[in-house]
């Protein structure tokens, strides 16, 4: 009975690290609605990015910073930053 009791609670914690591409995919359609963020998003540059890259996936799996991103400037900088480093990092490699 413990047994089973302890089962189900280990199996109930999400220990998984991995990335919900739902989540994902749903605050970039979010983001959609925003010129600022179509232009990088369409950008042949920056695509590959929000497809593959871990970095820029896991901020954008983030609902608050999302909202974030569209009521702050500072905020819309840093993700460009963020962006920009993962392209930097990507052809150095």
Do not use: C, P
């Not at 919900?20 to 925003?34: E, F, G, S």
């Not at 963020?37 to 983030?62: A, C, G, W």
């Amino acid at each position: 009975m413990i047994s089973a009791l302890i089962e189900a609670l280990i199996g109930s914690i999400s220990l998984s690290t991995g990335l919900h591409t739902k989540k994902i995919d749903v605050n970039i359609r979010y983001l959609q609605q925003y010129e600022w963020f179509r232009m990088i998003y369409e950008d042949e540059k920056y695509q590959k990015l929000f497809i593959t890259n871990y970095k820029v996936r896991s901020y954008l799996q983030s609902k608050l910073r999302v909202r974030l991103l569209v009521k702050n400037k500072n905020a819309q900088r840093r993700f460009l930053k963020l962006v920009e480093e993962q392209i930097e990092k990507r052809h150095t490699n």
